[in-house]
């Protein structure tokens, strides 16, 4: 079948995101944990960076190859955004130290806030989906924070009593908040340094993070007691272990936290447990979250970077290396397969550029034709999301339906299907492999993205919840 029939195809069947998104709302009950933060924006322009390089007396010699991924003094900003900018690359690197807060305050500023964090970004637009009611952990919640939730009332959070409010007119005065920058830039910008010019090959963002709480996991009582007793939760979307440091207790961390989660799947029997993987700078932490976490969770989500980033701390460096240097749909399945077999979750997913993938076991609660519903639903609202800039209002969520499937994923999920021979997986977007299931959809990819940042998070959480 041509590219154009197979389009067609593929095109007509992402009509299924309107009914998924009514079934959505038979949702009861959701709750997101455990960050929450608000993100200040920053959009930096390729003659910015090259201002700022300067500025700070970085020579050529300093800005080739980077291979640092942690602050060693507040200037090192400028280090994290020249490494992602001229990779295309996404990193999140957290500061100890209140300083590289001062200096990004000083130096870059921001243009506007927005909620951030898995566990807020995930509510918010859950909450938007119409789910009949979200509950969103918060480790701190000063009227700034509560001005980053949307005004929905099926959205909730707790306040100092562990009462449940909603979360746009909770306020808890006492809180601080907790400010993350996020530095976005353009594809195909460009900066010059002695002569040499670096060109941004995609579009992404880094991300420095200072956020005491968050650092240390910081968890609110009344969401915790809330867990522990059976409340009829559906679903629990999981994640915040990336600010954690191996340095600040970040494995004992990770380990009380699973004694946490043991309790509330007794007291929740039926809910399904997502884990959003999410950039994780600090190795011993994200061999933490591989090895003590990821047994705990029924689904796991992740993008290209943390696939094979959490191959390189389960000793698995020949896939990495030969997954990083082609970052493509056959190596990338190889990885995930390495991750079933290993983590052993029920399900788990990647959402790489331009395609979804995902691995299920026979026993997960939706068939592969009820996840491609769930992945054509997400790459219909996070597309929205990217060509919107936001999604604060229903007829937000479906902006980008209609602009029809890239050719990047086509190209990828064909290279695949030929590769393990299953050419089902093509037309029809579903296999068995080994003793998997194997689902996958081309995604919409948005030209010109006003925004990326908690577009993962959206593709993971809306999946999951509309495979029903
Ligand atoms: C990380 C960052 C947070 C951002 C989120 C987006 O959790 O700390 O600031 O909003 O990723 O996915």
Redesign the pocket.
């Known amino acids: 079948m041509n590219l154009r029939d197979l389009k067609h195809i593929w095109n007509q069947r992402y009509d299924v995101a309107f009914s998924q998104l009514e079934k959505l709302k038979d949702i009861n009950l959701v709750a997101t944990a455990f ?1 929450t ?3 200040a924006i920053y959009k930096i322009t390729g003659k910015q960076l090259e201002k700022l390089i300067i500025e700070n007396g970085f020579s050529l010699s300093e800005i080739k190859d980077i291979s640092i991924s942690q602050f060693r003094t507040p200037k090192d900003v400028v280090l994290g955004i020249v490494k992602c900018f001229s990779k295309g690359i996404a990193e ?1 690197w957290i500061a100890e130290d209140k300083e590289v807060y001062d200096w990004l305050n000083n130096n870059i500023g921001y243009q506007r806030l ?5 566990a ?2 995930i509510a918010n637009v859950l909450a938007l989906l119409k789910i009949k009611k979200v509950i969103a952990h918060t480790n701190s919640h000063p009227k700034l924070q509560a001005e980053q939730f949307l005004d929905l009332d099926n959205l909730f959070s707790f306040d100092a009593d562990g009462k449940l409010v909603n979360s746009k007119k909770l306020e808890r005065p006492n809180d601080i908040p907790l400010i ?3 530095i976005e830039f353009d594809k195909g910008d460009s900066f010059t340094i002695e002569g040499q010019t670096f060109t941004c090959p995609k579009s992404n963002r880094f ?1 420095a ?1 200072y ?1 005491p709480m ?1 650092m240390n996991l910081v968890m609110n009582n009344g969401f915790v007691s809330f867990m522990e007793k059976d409340n009829g939760i559906q679903y629990l979307l999981l ?2 272990f ?2 954690l440091l191996e340095k600040n207790n970040g494995v004992s961390l990770i380990k009380n936290t699973t004694i946490l989660l043991e309790k509330w799947k007794s007291a929740n029997p039926n809910m399904i447990v997502h884990l ?1 993987v ?2 994780t700078q600090d190795k011993v932490v994200r061999k933490a979250i591989a090895k003590e976490l990821a047994p705990f969770a029924h689904s796991i989500g992740l993008n290209e970077r943390e696939t094979i980033d959490l191959l390189e701390v389960l000793d698995q460096d020949e896939l990495a290396s030969k997954t990083e240097k082609e970052t493509n749909a056959i190596n990338l399945f190889d990885a995930l397969l390495y991750l079933m077999k290993t983590l052993k979750p029920q399900r788990i997913q990647l959402h790489m550029f331009g395609l979804y993938i995902t691995i299920q076991d026979k026993n997960f609660k939706y068939t592969p034709s009820q996840n491609i519903n769930g992945m054509i639903t997400a790459s219909v609202v996070s597309s929205s999301k990217a060509y919107n800039g936001e999604l604060t209002q229903y007829d937000h969520l479906t902006l980008a339906q209609g602009i029809g499937v890239s050719d990047i994923g086509l190209n990828e999920l064909n290279s695949l299907a030929t590769k393990i021979c299953k050419p089902e997986l093509l037309e029809n977007g579903v296999c068995e492999y080994e003793d998997f299931l194997i689902s996958a959809v081309p995604t919409i990819l948005v030209e010109k993205p006003k925004t990326l ?5 959206t593709i993971s959480s809306v999946s999951l919840l509309a495979g029903i």
């Open positions: 960050n933060n608000i993100d999140e927005q909620m951030g964090g898995q807020g970004i993350h920058w996020i991300i993070t956020d968050n994640s915040g990336n600010p959003e999410a950039s940042v908690g577009m993962g998070d």
